[in-house]
């Protein structure tokens, strides 16, 4: 049963995955959509009635010809992006809503199909006739699943989105929606929080905005609060190398937007879901009271960004609902992590055990490529890897340090730094590689003894 239960975790942090690599590469797009609506629609800060007509074919046909793109795009590069993009057309045309969901169905499918066209074809190719059958296979195939995104697709996906908006909005009326909060926070500690807030919250959000000019549901996964009431008990309440590592993962998660750096704090003393689901019911309890949100996707979730997607005269609704959180999830996590403080003993002896990993990497040679390993591979990854190139910089060893989503690692990667929820992840991706697991990407002790290990290679 156990095996059973961690083989359907892992499928569901696959997909989740998946869905979230098709729209993090576009959140550019999507903030840019977001701020021309915050400025020249109609409500917004700066209304210009011939800018605002940029927002409708933006949010209708740009950002989901981009995910189904991006979708196609992760199966079989560009053709499989191409294709995807086709498919994703027949699903938006004729649609009253914006098709995320449809494109983030036919993106992979136009992918998928035309990687196992070329798989089965190419080796029979005559030699000179490859562009030409290149090109009219894409163009065929892209034809047929348009054609079928539209007469099949499309009306299936309207209907489950209409049915879901009326879900939602019945738990809304019923005043239930803080109850989501039972499912959204134990689920952003798996690190399903990309695959939430934009496969599911972002295309509800994105119909509600262009009805009402604005969505909590924009609100309900992005709220910092929650994370930050936990962070701020840590840095009052315990002690050693947890508390030393505290002030930096506040900074980077209000500030920065990266929430995956309180997971760990999380995960370290489990008992702190409450506090979390506390805060987070709260948050939205006071967004739903005062009519709070926001007309795009804050992305990544920091006060900044919140702030910076607000509709015009919305934010301070937002920050009241982000402060009555933060003391929510502060009040319930004070004892817990007070009872964890006397309980450090268990976080040194992990610290311990890591440091042991740093001394394999003696083995290893001459190191020249480390790749830092997380879920989407743009945030807590990015960080852990500039933080340890300024690292080596300052000690003068030159090694090539990336950054990548675990499912993406490198092949030439010597060594894989990730955190210890994802290793086993990580060695599925990349398993010649030596792996490395790690609790805080801000303030890792860990750091100093890597670059301590790698400079002595070099002298050797």
């Not at 539209?150 to 879900?167: C, D, E, M, S, Y």
């Not at 952003?188 to 934009?198: E, P, R, S, V």
């Not at 701020?232 to 002030?247: E, M, R």
């Not at 920050?319 to 003391?327: K, N």
Request: charged fraction near 15%.
């Amino acid at each position: 049963m156990e095996g059973a239960a961690i083989g359907a975790r892992s499928r569901i942090q696959r997909f989740g995955r998946f869905l979230s690599g098709m729209v993090m590469p576009n959140i550019g797009a999507f903030i840019a959509w977001g701020l021309i609506t915050a400025f020249f629609i109609a409500t917004g800060w700066t209304p210009n009635e011939r800018l605002a007509t940029l927002v409708g074919p933006m949010i209708s046909y740009m950002l989901p010809l981009l995910i189904g793109f991006t979708g196609g795009r992760m199966i079989w590069n560009i053709r499989g992006g191409v294709v995807g993009a086709v498919a994703t057309m027949g699903v938006i045309v004729g649609a009253d809503i914006p098709m995320f969901i449809g494109a983030m169905i036919m993106g992979p499918v136009g992918g998928i199909i035309i990687k196992k066209f070329d798989q089965a074809v190419e080796p029979h190719i005559p030699v000179g006739f490859e562009m030409l059958i290149n090109n009219f296979s894409a163009g065929i195939i892209g034809m047929l699943l348009a054609l079928f995104s539209f007469l099949l697709i499309n009306p299936v996906v309207l209907g489950i989105t209409h049915a879901l908006q009326a879900g939602v909005g019945a738990i809304i009326q019923m005043g239930l929606l803080p109850l989501v909060s039972l499912f959204v926070e134990p689920a952003k500690i798996l690190f399903l929080n990309n695959a939430i807030n934009h496969g599911i919250f972002s295309p509800l959000g994105i119909a509600q905005v262009q009805e009402t000019g604005r969505s909590i549901y924009f609100l309900l996964e992005t709220n910092p609060g929650p994370g930050l009431g936990v962070l701020l008990a840590y840095l009052l309440f315990s002690k050693g190398a947890v508390k030393d590592s505290t002030p930096g993962a506040i900074i980077i998660h209000f500030f920065g937007g990266i929430h995956e750096i309180y997971f760990p704090y999380v995960l370290m003393n489990p008992i702190l879901l409450l506090a979390v689901i506390a805060g987070g019911a709260s948050g939205v309890a006071v967004f739903s009271l005062f009519g709070a949100g926001e007309v795009a996707t804050p992305s990544p979730g920091s006060i900044f960004a919140l702030m910076a997607v607000s509709p015009k005269g919305g934010q301070l609704p937002i920050l009241l609902g982000v402060i009555i959180s933060t003391a929510v999830s502060f009040v319930v996590a004070m004892p817990f992590v007070r009872r964890f403080a006397l309980r450090q003993e268990n976080a040194d002896a992990s610290l311990a055990q890591a440091k042991s990993q740093v001394q394999n990497i003696k083995n290893l040679g001459k190191v020249r490529k480390i790749v830092f390993a997380c879920d989407a591979g743009m945030g807590s990854s990015a960080m852990g890897a500039n933080r340890l190139k300024k690292k080596l910089k300052a000690a003068g060893v030159e090694v090539e340090v990336l950054h990548s989503s675990v499912d993406d690692i490198p092949q030439d990667a010597q060594l894989v730094i990730s955190h210890v929820n994802l290793s086993d992840r990580a060695k599925e991706s990349a398993p010649n590689a030596r792996h490395f697991s790690i609790t805080n990407f801000v303030n890792a002790p860990e750091y100093d003894d890597i670059v301590k290990e790698l400079a002595e290679s070099e002298k050797e």
